[in-house]
T-cell receptor, first 114, second 117 residues
Framework: ETGVTQTPRHLVMGMTNKKSLKCEQH?????MYWYKQSAKKPLELMFV???????ENNSVPSRFSPECPNSSHLFLHLHTLQPEDSALYLC?????????????FGPGTRLTVT | AQKITQTQPGMFVQEKEAVTLDCTYD???????LFWYKQPSSGEMIFLIY??????QNATEGRYSLNFQKARKSANLVISASQLGDSAMYFC??????????????FGTGTRLTIIP
């Protein structure tokens, strides 16, 4: 595997379900990110992890819970979501925080909340 | 606050023609970076090209070039000799530092480019 991978690619869940999104990067990067992409809106940064430590929560509701067990893996745990949470969730990584390094994105998980 | 504006929601271009995708930005920072990403229907965001605010030369990567006009705060993407595989959403983004000192990307709303055979 190379680059940034995300699983599952598609997820349909009810509002009472609990599910998790997984992201894995094979680039040796130190920073990982969760973004949300809703229809007709710019990408929104959700969380930032640097060296496994969460360094930013961009006012994300508590029904989204990130976890970063190591620099290569990032999870987004979902529970009691709302229909407006339906979106494409993109994971990204970069070489180091604070530098002018491009971010590499995964293919995303398309989430539908019913 | 930093902002990216892409005024072209959609563009149709004949194959093999050059195309310019517009991007203007607003920031009070002296040091910043500008990126262009391509997002095909598969969803993955693919990094295309980068321009630093202190770079005097316009960035080029193969068929992609960035027309950077700092005084006008514009960073247009030029694709030469367009191909059918160039059909995708294109996002302009700016690197900014958050209040926590992290790097994040602020994205525009994107331009959907369709190449016509």
């Amino acid at each position: 595997e190379t680059g940034v991978t995300q699983t599952p690619r598609h997820l349909v869940m009810g509002m009472t379900n609990k599910k998790s999104l997984k992201c894995e990067q094979h680039l040796g990067h130190n920073a990982m990110y969760w973004y949300k992409q809703s229809a007709k809106k710019p990408l929104e940064l959700m969380f930032v992890y640097n060296f496994k430590e969460q360094t930013e929560n961009n006012s994300v509701p508590s029904r989204f819970s990130p976890e970063c067990p190591n620099s290569s893996h990032l999870f987004l745990h979902l529970h009691t979501l709302q229909p407006e949470d339906s979106a494409l969730y993109l994971c990204a990584s970069s070489q180091a925080p604070g530098g002018l390094y491009e971010q590499y994105f995964g293919p995303g998980t398309r989430l539908t909340v019913t | 606050a930093q902002k990216i504006t892409q005024t072209q929601p959609g563009m149709f271009v004949q194959e093999k023609e050059a195309v310019t995708l517009d991007c203007t930005y607003d920031t009070s920072d002296q040091s910043y970076g500008l990126f262009w990403y391509k997002q095909p229907s598969s969803g993955e965001m693919i990094f295309l090209i980068y321009q630093g605010s202190y770079d005097e030369q316009n960035a080029t990567e193969g068929r992609y070039s960035l027309n950077f006009q700092k005084a006008r705060k514009s960073a247009n993407l030029v694709i030469s000799a367009s191909q059918l595989g160039d059909s995708a959403m294109y996002f302009c983004a700016m690197r900014v530092l958050t209040n926590f000192g992290n790097e994040k990307l602020t994205f525009g709303t994107g331009t959907r480019l369709t190449i016509i055979p």
